[in-house]
């Protein structure tokens, strides 16, 4: 199954013909990092041209919920499932538990980002009834495999920016007030370029705060073989920093079985955990 994030209406029906089963948007208000927001009346155009090409429709509600929003977020919740949406994209653990006092059907995606690390944490969560589990994007090849090899409901981010840092705090504002810049930020994207490095990192800010992204894109072309061996059956592809036609070379390229040119897989070929090394008897 492939999930993509998609900005116009218009390319439902070439996302279908391109063989992407579902399309990723966001909950207006409620989303973070999403590629287009979408509101209650935009939800159900978007839903009849998904009906009508066959695709599946996701939201990305992986806001941190406050209290004053709770009951916000419950009628919206309920409005999803009435209008027929197929699943949410959730960072929330409250929001599971809504779900489930609401009895409410909806497929529950949980994306932490960076948590999900080990087989054991993916047991736990699908246990309390998630669907599907993201992986965290810094994992190495053989971590992945070794935790689908115990468990495959997980999601893989095979190509596009990945998020590195969150911050609710309006990050990118505050350096300008600090340094007393006249430049006027407005919710587009900068380039983060640490003093120890050379690479350029996405940076940009909006009202739910300051997200930084990966140098490069990633690209698992060349693993997606062994993830669906491992029996993984979830890809989602990011658009973000592109656009809807970039999606669709990459699936042309997928088809015709080419690795897409930009990007990286480095991640899948370094070890993020440590081994503890022995204890050496002292002499």
Known sequence: MIIATVYDINSVEQFSKAGIHAILLGAKGFSVRACKEVDLDELKIWKSACDTYNIRIYMNCLKLIEQQEIE?????????????????????????????????????????????????????YIDQGIHAVCLAHELSLDEILNIADKNSNVEILAFGYFSVLYSRRPLISNYLKAINSKYIYKEQRLDLIEQTRTGRM?????????????????????????????????FRIDSIFFDDQWTLDLMSCIQKKQRPSLGSDHWYHQTTTKVKEPDHEKN
């Open 202 to 234: 996405p940076i940009y800010e909006d009202k739910n705060g300051t997200y930084i992204f990966s140098e490069q894109p990633i690209n698992s072309f060349d693993q997606i073989a062994a993830f669906k061996k491992a029996g993984i059956h979830r």
């Open 72 to 124: 916000e977020i419950k009628l919206l919740l309920k409005t999803y499932q009435a209008i027929g949406i197929d699943g949410i994209y959730i960072a929330d653990e409250g929001i599971m538990e809504i779900c489930d006092s609401m009895q409410l059907s909806m497929e529950l995606i949980y994306q932490p980002e960076t948590l999900m690390t080990n087989a054991m944490d993916v047991d736990f």
